[in-house]
């Protein structure tokens, strides 16, 4: 078995951008995109908006493990509005669809195009997400939603690069353990945790404990 050290790939920004607005979804997910990114000298910013994150305990948990990680690597934060009465409003008749499914896309479409907006008027012609490194996701949903927001603006590009080859999705597991992030045990919404804790309930295992979780620790730590 090969022991040799995983030696990065370099990774250039479409269209020869010097620059890239990151939306992070949560410290999990972004940890490994951000050392990948970080290891090919790329100037980045990590753009927070996640209003579909609930309650607002998991929100705020959440929100503080990645700016934790994006001072430690030196990177600028924007902490973007919590605006969850206008997601509310456009998941309206959506609450009981699958995940995967329109609410999601929904959920991608409004995330993406705040940030397609904020890059637009900060000077960002690249804009990412860490959202397509799970394999809880649909990495195609994702693409559309991010390559839609970027199309309203001129010359303004969704990076799609696929962060979980050559190893990405382990490696992010590896960082998250050393980095003792915060292990959150659903998507995000009301709806998945509702979700979630239902099909929990059906298997007769305890439901979902809002910040206890976390990655690297025994249960005993918790």
Request: net charge neutral; glycine share 8%; hydrophobic share 30%.
């Amino acid at each position: 078995m090969s022991t040799a050290p995983f030696i990065r790939p370099q990774l250039t920004l479409p269209n020869g951008a010097d620059k890239l607005l990151l939306h992070s979804c949560c410290a999990p997910c972004s940890g490994e995109v951000m050392e990948a990114i970080q290891a090919s000298g790329i100037d980045y910013t990590i753009f927070f908006y996640n209003p579909n994150i609930h309650p607002q305990k998991e929100y705020l948990i959440r929100k503080e493990e990645n700016i934790r990680f994006a001072e430690k690597h030196g990177v600028p934060f924007v902490d973007a509005d919590y605006d969850t009465d206008n997601w509310f409003e456009r998941a309206k008749g959506m609450e009981w669809e699958p995940e995967r499914g329109i609410r999601c896309t929904m959920c991608f479409d409004m995330r993406f195009e705040r940030t397609a907006l904020y890059a637009a008027e900060n000077g960002f012609s690249v804009i990412s997400s860490s959202l397509g490194i799970s394999r809880w996701k649909n990495m195609q949903q994702i693409n559309d939603c991010g390559q839609r927001a970027a199309a309203h603006y001129p010359g303004m590009v969704y990076w799609d690069y696929n962060w979980r080859k050559q190893g990405g999705s382990s490696r992010m597991i590896e960082i998250s353990k050393r980095e003792q992030f915060y292990q959150q045990e659903y998507c995000g919404c009301v709806y998945s945790l509702r979700d979630s804790n239902l099909h929990r309930k059906s298997q007769g295992r305890p439901l979902i404990k809002i910040g206890k979780l976390f990655y690297g620790k025994d249960e005993s730590d918790e």
